[in-house]
């Protein structure tokens, strides 16, 4: 089975800056494609939302509240996620989940899939 684990979290003050990444990885596995990606927060109390995505071609998609401060990114051939958060505000004092929908692998001889994917989250504290 394939993981996806979030790094990069942390303490930032508002207005800085910080990078997640979410790698993908398993044992005795070699992933061959990921579908869409995504970021998602979750606030204490609250919902868990979408925050950005981007497909397996790079086309992004962004809420409104972060266009223009956050930046998406994959690299495929690392099968990692990006997330750039710059100007960061102190609501975004959250924890952050990477999510794939898709990840096709080769788990021995077999061409498998394995669908709606999630990290286990990484914390961003931001302080004013």
């Known amino acids: 089975q394939v993981r996806l684990v979030e790094s990069g979290g942390g303490l930032v003050q508002a207005g800085g800056s910080l990078r997640l990444s979410c790698a993908a990885s398993g044992s005795a596995l070699t992933i061959n494609t990921m579908g869409t990606m995504a970021w998602y927060r979750q606030a204490p109390g609250k919902s868990r939302e979408l925050v950005t995505d981007?497909?397996?071609?790079?086309?992004?998609n962004y809420q409104d509240s972060v266009k223009g401060r956050f930046t998406i990114s994959r690299d495929n051939a690392k099968n990692t996620l990006y997330l750039q958060m710059n100007s960061i505000k102190p609501e975004n004092t959250v924890v952050y989940y990477c999510?794939?929908?898709?990840?096709?692998?080769?788990?021995?001889?077999?061409?498998?899939?394995?669908?709606?994917?999630w990290g286990q989250g990484t914390q961003v504290t931001v302080s004013s």
């Open positions: 981007i497909t397996t071609g790079g086309v992004t």
């Open positions: 999510h794939s929908d898709t990840i096709v692998y080769y788990g021995g001889s077999y061409l498998r899939a394995q669908s709606d994917t």
